[in-house]
C-alpha cells in the first residue's frame, strides 16, 4: 500500500520534469528569426511588405540578413532597414505565385550561425487571388411543379471571371419578403443557387440579391425588387382542337389554365401549321386575352393542321413565358375542290409524222378533300372550230392514305397526234362533295420557233434549286411552267408572266436534275430550254472501268474507260486523272472531262504496268478498277523485218546454190574414188632398171608413207624404226611393183608375222598397196641432168587410190605413230633413205652408187604421171 501511494506521490513530479526538458529542448531549437506577418493572403496586382526581426542573439545584425524568393535572392534596393534588428522586403505581385515561399537568410559570419544554420532562416507560404466582383445578369425564376406548387426560387448570375485556387469566392443567396423583413438564403460556390419558399408569396414583394466574399474583400449584385408572381413560370394549358364539318375552313380551340387565376392572371398565344406550309403562323394577342377557347379561321379545308398554346403572367410584359403545349393534329373538314388541277403534257416523238403526247396532271393547288377521279375530255380542232363530239371521260384515282400528302401525277391520256393536228385537253377534279373547276390545255400543230426564254441559270440553295431566267417580251405569254426531271420523275410548278425567278421545292441530293423552263401562251406552248443541275454535289459512287483498246505496243498503249451512270455520278465530272504504275513508280496524267480515253506513250518495253482512272466532281474523288497489261517486248514491225530479213538471206543462200551447185557439191560432198578399182596395182615405173629379186636387206613389206624430202639428220632415227620393221614382213606382197628396195619392180605376196593375229593377216591380205616416187623436175622417159633432182617416195596400204593430193610435190607422212608431216625436198639419195642394217652397203641399185661415186644425184626409180595412172 505504501508503495502503490509513493508511486502516485511521484507522477506531478516527473510530469513537471518533462515539461521542463520540453521547455529546455524548445529553447534550444528556437529559430533567432521570424518572420512577419504570418500565412498572408495578398491581393494580385499589389505590393507586398514582410519583416525579419532577429532575436535572442546577438551575433548578427540586420545587416548580415537577405531575402529569396522561390529560391531567387531578392536585390538589396528593395529591402529596408527598420532598426538594427529588423529588415523589411517589398515585393511586386505580379501574377498569381500561390504556394510559393518567402524566406529571409542569414549570412553565415560566425561559427555560432554556422553551428547552429537551422536557427538563422524562416519563411511565409505566400497565397495571392483577386477580390470578388460584382455578380452580374442576376435572374430568378420559380418553376410550377406537376403538383401545381411553387416551391422554391432558383437564381443564376454570371460567374467571376477572375479567381484562384487559394483564393476562392463564396457567393450567398438571399430572398427578403419586403413587407414582412423574412430573409431566407443559402451559399455556394457555383453560379447558381436555390431558396426554399414554401408556400409560394404571391402578390408580395420580394428583395432578391447575391453576396460574393473571399478572404481579400466582398461584392454584392444589384438587389432585384418585385412581385412574387414576376418570378412565375407556369406549365403550358391543356388543349382540345375540334373540326365541324358546317365549317371546313375553321378549327375550334380549348384550353384549361395551369393555375388559378386568383393567385396569377395569364393571358396566352397560339401557334399553327400544315405540313405545307413553311412555318408557324402565330394569333395576335389582343385576339385572344383572358379566354379560354379561341376558333381559328381561314383556314384550309381537308387540311391537317397542327396547334400549340402557352401562357404567362397578363400583367408582367416581361415575365416568362410557359413551354409550348404539346402538338394537336387535327384535319378540317371536307369541302369541294377551289383550284383547277394542274394540267400538263409530255412529248414523245416516235421518228415519224405523228407525235405521241402524254396528258398527266397533278390535284388542285386546294383539293379540299381527297380525289377520287378526274373527268377528261380531248377535242380536235376542225375548221377552226373545236370538235365537241368526243365528250367526257372519267379517269379513277386509286391512292392510300400515306399517298395523299405526297404530290401525286395522274396520266389522263395518252395521245398520237400528226402535225397537221391541234388538240385541246380539257379536265376536272372530283372528290365527295363536288367538282373543281376546269382547266384546258392546248396542243398547237407545231411549237413556235421564236418563243423561247434566255440567259437560263440554276443554283441550288438549301436542298432546293433557284431557276431564273430573262422574261420574254410577248403580249400572248401568259405564264411559265418549270419542269424538273430526274430518273423518270417529273415535277413541275407555274410560274406567273410577272415573275423571273422561283424555287423547285425540295430536292434529292447527289441527283443530277434536268431543268427545263416552258413559257406558256394563250394558244401554245413555246419550245423549253434545258440545263442540269445538282442540289448538293459528292464524290462518284464508283470510278471508270478501264480496259486496253486493243493490244499494246512497245512503249505504247491506248486506254479506254467508259462514262460512269448518271445515278452513280452524284456530281458533275470535272476531270478524270488517269495513273499507271510500273514497280513502285507511279504517274498521273489529267484527261478533260469529255475525253474518254488516252494513249500512253514513253512506255518500256517488256513490262508489266498496273493503270486506273479517278473520275473527279467538285466534292470528290473515286477510283476505279485497276487494270494490268504488259507492254511486247518489240516494236511493231521489228519481228516482220528481221523475218523478211532472214527470208532474204535464205533467198539469197539458195539462189547462190543453184547457182554455184557444182562447186558447193564438190566443197561440201568431195568425190571419193573406189580402190577397188583403182588400176594402180597394173602401174610399172618407167625407169630404166634391172629386174632383180628383192633382197633381204632392203625394206620389205613397210606400209607407211615415207617422204624423201626430209632431211639426213630426220632419218637417222627412222632407220632403227625401219630395220625393225623388215623382220616383221617375211612374206612377199602383192605390190606395184616397189618390192623390198626402192628398185624392185616385180611382185610377191605379202604375209604376216606368226605373232599377229587372225584379223590382222585377214587386214593384209585385204589391203592394196601402192607407191610412188615422184622427181620434182623431171618428167617420164627424159635422163636425169647434171642438176640435183628432189624425189618423192610413198608408199600406203590404203584400201583406196590416191587422191590427187598424193600425187603433188609436197607429199605427206604417215608414221608409225600416226603423226604427219609436210617434208621439204631435199637432195636425198635411195641409200640415205634404206641404208642397210649395221651399215652394210645398199646394193639394190648399182646405177645409183655409180652416180653417187661421180658425185652426182641418181635419178628417181619412178617418174610423174600426169595423166593419171599408168598401168604396169
Given at each position: 500500500m505504501n508503495f502503490i501511494m509513493g508511486d502516485v506521490s511521484a507522477l506531478p513530479l516527473c510530469a513537471l520534469l518533462f515539461l521542463a526538458c520540453g521547455i529546455h529542448a524548445y529553447s534550444n531549437f528556437q529559430s533567432h528569426l521570424l518572420t512577419l506577418p504570418q500565412n498572408p493572403v495578398i491581393e494580385i496586382g499589389t505590393n507586398f511588405t514582410a519583416t525579419c526581426l532577429i532575436s535572442n542573439t546577438v551575433e548578427v545584425t540586420a545587416d548580415d540578413l537577405y531575402w529569396k524568393l522561390s529560391n531567387v535572392t531578392i536585390?538589396?534596393?528593395?529591402?529596408?532597414?527598420?532598426?538594427?534588428?529588423?529588415?523589411?522586403?517589398?515585393?511586386?505581385?505580379?501574377?498569381?505565385?500561390?504556394?510559393?515561399?518567402?524566406?529571409?537568410?542569414?549570412?553565415?559570419?560566425?561559427?555560432?550561425?554556422?553551428?547552429?544554420?537551422?536557427?538563422?532562416?524562416?519563411?511565409?507560404?505566400?497565397?495571392?487571388?483577386?477580390?470578388?466582383?460584382?455578380?452580374?445578369?442576376?435572374?430568378?425564376?420559380?418553376?410550377?411543379?406537376?403538383?401545381?406548387?411553387?416551391?422554391?426560387?432558383?437564381?443564376?448570375?454570371?460567374?467571376?471571371?477572375?479567381?484562384?485556387?487559394?483564393?476562392?469566392?463564396?457567393?450567398?443567396?438571399?430572398?427578403?419578403?419586403?413587407?414582412?423583413?423574412?430573409?431566407?438564403?443559402?451559399?455556394?460556390?457555383?453560379?447558381?443557387?436555390?431558396?426554399?419558399?414554401?408556400?409560394?408569396?404571391?402578390h408580395m414583394e420580394l428583395e432578391v440579391w447575391v453576396e460574393a466574399v473571399n478572404q481579400l474583400g466582398a461584392a454584392e449584385s444589384v438587389h432585384l425588387r418585385k412581385e412574387a408572381q414576376h418570378f412565375v413560370k407556369t406549365n403550358p394549358p391543356e388543349v382540345t382542337v375540334t373540326s365541324e364539318k358546317s365549317f371546313p375552313t375553321s378549327l375550334l380551340l380549348n384550353w384549361t389554365?395551369?393555375?388559378?387565376?386568383?393567385?396569377?392572371?395569364?393571358?396566352?398565344?397560339?401557334?399553327?401549321?400544315?405540313?405545307?406550309?413553311?412555318?408557324?403562323?402565330?394569333?395576335?394577342?389582343?385576339?385572344?386575352?383572358?379566354?379560354?377557347?379561341?376558333?381559328?379561321?381561314?383556314?384550309?379545308?381537308?387540311?391537317?393542321?397542327?396547334?400549340?398554346?402557352?401562357?404567362?403572367?397578363?400583367?408582367?410584359?416581361?415575365?416568362?413565358?410557359?413551354?409550348?403545349?404539346?402538338?394537336?393534329?387535327?384535319?378540317?373538314?371536307?369541302?369541294?375542290?377551289s383550284s383547277t388541277p394542274d394540267l400538263w403534257r409530255t412529248v414523245v416523238y416516235n421518228g415519224t409524222s405523228e407525235r405521241l403526247v402524254q396528258i398527266i396532271c397533278k390535284d388542285p393547288e386546294f383539293p379540299n378533300g381527297r380525289i377520287t377521279r378526274f373527268d377528261v375530255k380531248v377535242e380536235k380542232q376542225r375548221d377552226r372550230a373545236w370538235n365537241q363530239s368526243g365528250g367526257w371521260k372519267s379517269v379513277l384515282v386509286n391512292r392510300s392514305e400515306a399517298e395523299e400528302g405526297e404530290t401525286s401525277l395522274t396520266l389522263l391520256e395518252q395521245i398520237s397526234l400528226s402535225n397537221l393536228e391541234s388538240v385541246k385537253v380539257s379536265v376536272v377534279a372530283v372528290n365527295s362533295l363536288g367538282r373543281s373547276p376546269e382547266a384546258s390545255l392546248i396542243l398547237p400543230v407545231k411549237l413556235p420557233d421564236h418563243a423561247r426564254v434566255e440567259e437560263l441559270k440554276v443554283w441550288p440553295h438549301e436542298g432546293q434549286l433557284v431557276v431564273e431566267w430573262k422574261p420574254l417580251r410577248n403580249k400572248l405569254l401568259s405564264g411559265y411552267v418549270v419542269e424538273w426531271l430526274s430518273d423518270g420523275r417529273l415535277d413541275w410548278r407555274r410560274v406567273s408572266k410577272t415573275s423571273n425567278r422561283t424555287l423547285t421545292g425540295r430536292l434529292d441530293p447527289f441527283v443530277c436534275y434536268t431543268v427545263s423552263v416552258y413559257p406558256v401562251f394563250s394558244r401554245a406552248i413555246g419550245k423549253p430550254v434545258q440545263m442540269l443541275a445538282y442540289v448538293e454535289q459528292g464524290a462518284p459512287l464508283r470510278g471508270p472501268t478501264l480496259k486496253l483498246n486493243g493490244k499494246p505496243g512497245h512503249n505504247e498503249a491506248e486506254l479506254v474507260w467508259e462514262e460512269i451512270p448518271l445515278r452513280d455520278r452524284r456530281g458533275f465530272i470535272t476531270n478524270y486523272t488517269v495513273f499507271y504504275k510500273l514497280g513502285e513508280e507511279i504517274r498521273e496524267v489529267p484527261v478533260p472531262a469529255n475525253s474518254t480515253s488516252l494513249k500512253l506513250e514513253s512506255l518500256m518495253g517488256d513490262s508489266q504496268y498496273e493503270a486506273w482512272v479517278q473520275a473527279s466532281t467538285a466534292a470528290g474523288s473515286t477510283n476505279g478498277s485497276h487494270h494490268s497489261f504488259i507492254t511486247m517486248k518489240y516494236a511493231a514491225g521489228t519481228i516482220e523485218a528481221i523475218s523478211l530479213g532472214a527470208g532474204l538471206v535464205i533467198l539469197l543462200v539458195f539462189l547462190l546454190g543453184i547457182y554455184k551447185r557444182e562447186f558447193l557439191v564438190k566443197r561440201l560432198w568431195p568425190r571419193v574414188p573406189d580402190g577397188r578399182q583403182s588400176s594402180i596395182g597394173t602401174w610399172s615405173p618407167d625407169c630404166s632398171m634391172k629386174a632383180e629379186p628383192p633382197k633381204e636387206s632392203c625394206v620389205s613389206g613397210i606400209s607407211v608413207l615415207v617422204s624423201m624430202c626430209e632431211s639426213q639428220s630426220g632419218f637417222e632415227e627412222d632407220k632403227a624404226s625401219l630395220s625393225l620393221r623388215k623382220d616383221k614382213y617375211t612374206?612377199?606382197?602383192?605390190?606395184?611393183?616397189?618390192?623390198?628396195?626402192?628398185?624392185?619392180?616385180?611382185?610377191?605376196?605379202?604375209?604376216?608375222?606368226?605373232?599377229?593375229?587372225?584379223?590382222?593377216?585377214?587386214?593384209?591380205?585385204?589391203?592394196?598397196?601402192?607407191?610412188?616416187?615422184?622427181?620434182?623436175?623431171?618428167?617420164?622417159g627424159q635422163t636425169p641432168g647434171s642438176q640435183p633432182q628432189h624425189s618423192v617416195f610413198s608408199r600406203s596400204e590404203s584400201t583406196q587410190p590416191l587422191l590427187d593430193s598424193e600425187e603433188t610435190v609436197d607429199m605427206f607422212v604417215q608414221e608409225a605413230s600416226g603423226r604427219f608431216e609436210r617434208l621439204a625436198p631435199q637432195d636425198i639419195t635411195c641409200s640415205e633413205v634404206f641404208g642397210p642394217p649395221d651399215g652394210e652397203q645398199l646394193d639394190c641399185c648399182q646405177e645409183a652408187d655409180e652416180l653417187q661415186a661421180d658425185g652426182r644425184t641418181a635419178p628417181s626409180s619412178y617418174m610423174p604421171q600426169l595423166g593419171g595412172y599408168k598401168p604396169q
Open positions: 536585390p538589396r534596393d528593395q529591402y529596408r532597414k527598420v532598426n538594427s534588428t529588423a529588415l523589411s522586403v517589398t515585393v511586386p505581385i505580379t501574377k498569381d505565385i500561390s504556394e510559393e515561399w518567402l524566406f529571409c537568410y542569414c549570412r553565415k559570419k560566425s561559427s555560432y550561425v554556422v553551428l547552429n544554420e537551422g536557427k538563422f532562416i524562416h519563411g511565409i507560404s505566400l497565397r495571392t487571388g483577386y477580390r470578388p466582383e460584382k455578380p452580374e445578369n442576376l435572374s430568378c425564376i420559380s418553376f410550377q411543379k406537376e403538383d401545381k406548387s411553387f416551391p422554391s426560387l432558383q437564381c443564376s448570375w454570371g460567374t467571376t471571371r477572375r479567381q484562384t485556387p487559394t483564393v476562392p469566392v463564396h457567393f450567398t443567396l438571399k430572398v427578403m419578403q419586403v413587407l414582412s423583413n423574412q430573409t431566407s438564403s443559402t451559399t455556394t460556390k457555383d453560379h447558381w443557387a436555390e431558396v426554399k419558399l414554401s408556400p409560394y408569396p404571391f389554365p395551369p393555375v388559378n387565376q386568383v393567385c396569377v392572371k395569364l393571358t396566352y398565344q397560339i401557334r399553327f401549321c400544315s405540313p405545307k406550309s413553311p412555318g408557324w403562323s402565330h394569333v395576335p394577342l389582343p385576339d385572344i386575352n383572358d379566354q379560354t377557347n379561341f376558333r381559328l379561321q381561314g383556314l384550309r379545308a381537308y387540311t391537317p393542321y397542327t396547334v400549340q398554346v402557352r401562357c404567362r403572367d397578363v400583367e408582367n410584359l416581361h415575365g416568362y413565358w410557359s413551354d409550348w403545349s404539346q402538338n394537336i393534329t387535327t384535319t378540317t373538314p371536307e369541302d369541294k375542290p612374206s612377199e606382197e602383192h605390190s606395184s611393183g616397189i618390192g623390198g628396195s626402192s628398185c624392185m619392180s616385180s611382185p610377191r605376196q605379202s604375209v604376216s608375222d606368226s605373232d599377229e593375229g587372225a584379223d590382222m593377216a585377214d587386214t593384209t591380205a585385204s589391203t592394196v598397196q601402192y607407191s610412188s616416187v615422184v622427181a620434182s623436175s623431171a618428167y617420164k
